[in-house]
């Protein structure tokens, strides 16, 4: 299955305690490059959200934004702390018999004192919070993945169709190159002619020089590997899986150019050589759009 490399996907969770959104976007990079930002209670999960990530996206430029909402408040703890109010009534009691005053601390006023009860924020489930965000990434996830998978159907078909006018582009050039040389044959012929002014004509030499043009016209192993490269790319397309299809694509676009090329300066007729530049149109166009498939 073809992917296209741009996309978006979004996911939203909710109750009465809490909002988490999920937001994941992606553009074309030669690579697989992630950016992603979390909530600060969310950081000790980065590894495990890039794992995940790797699941929906092979290559591109991916950006992930996770914003979290606890309506709940502040889940605070209240601490005692022994220790240090065991200390309190020690000097308290020493601080008696030194001066021959009474204790008359209470337990409220104990209590009172700095530190001997604190209030801490509780410990959230780290499981539990991983549990919830993992949801949020796997449905923002996969609205990500099928919006890729539809918009590299649609690179495909346009991609088969390039390909097709591509196919026909090669077809003229090869239909045409024996014509050519024929036309050269008579030209030379007829030029060698009018400058003999009725003489015989050495049927070999022309032979022989029209053997030559024809040698250094010939494109019959370009046009061979550019339908070659094409039948590849069409089964590139067409294979299921395809990862890491976009690569493969790419070469071969590059391989399909540098044979136009060769073509294009091989011709010697104003119509083949038209033909060889809109073959490079073409190809540009074929570039240009495999640069946007996984």
Not at 214 to 237: N, P, Q, Y
Request: proline content about 1%; glycine content about 4%; aromatic content about 8%.
């Amino acid at each position: 299955m073809v992917k296209s490399m741009t996309g978006f996907g979004r996911a939203e969770l909710s109750n009465e305690t809490y909002r988490m959104l999920v937001e994941m976007k992606a553009v074309n990079h030669r690579y697989l490059d992630m950016s992603i930002k979390l909530p600060k209670k969310f950081y000790l999960f980065e590894s495990r959200v890039r794992n995940l990530i790797k699941e929906y996206a092979g290559r591109g430029k991916v950006d992930v934004f996770v914003s979290y909402e606890d309506y709940s408040g502040e889940q605070l703890t209240l601490q005692y702390n022994q220790r240090l109010a065991q200390e309190y009534m020690a000097y308290f009691r020493q601080m008696s018999q030194e001066f021959q005053i009474e204790n008359d601390i209470r337990v409220s006023h104990l209590a009172q004192l700095p530190e001997v009860f604190t209030r801490e924020q509780a410990e959230e489930d780290e499981e539990q919070l991983w549990q919830l965000l993992e949801e949020a990434l796997r449905q923002a996830g996969q609205d990500f993945a099928a919006q890729r998978s539809r918009e590299g159907e649609q690179l495909k078909r346009d991609l088969l169709e390039k390909l097709s006018a591509l196919e026909t582009l090669v077809a003229f050039v090869e239909e045409r190159s024996p014509q050519i040389v024929a036309e050269y044959r008579e030209r030379l012929e007829a030029r060698i002619r009018e400058l003999l002014a009725g003489a015989a004509v050495d049927e070999a030499r022309l032979l022989t020089e029209a053997a030559v043009f024809a040698d250094k016209t010939c494109v019959d192993e370009e046009t061979v590997r550019l339908r070659s490269h094409i039948a590849g790319m069409r089964e590139a397309l067409e294979a299921e899986g395809g990862e890491g299809v976009g690569r493969k694509l790419d070469f071969l676009a590059q391989e399909m150019n540098r044979e136009a090329n060769t073509i294009l300066s091989k011709c010697s007729d104003q119509q083949a050589a038209a033909a060889a530049i809109q073959m490079k149109t073409e190809i540009e166009k074929i570039r240009e759009q495999v640069q946007n498939i996984e």
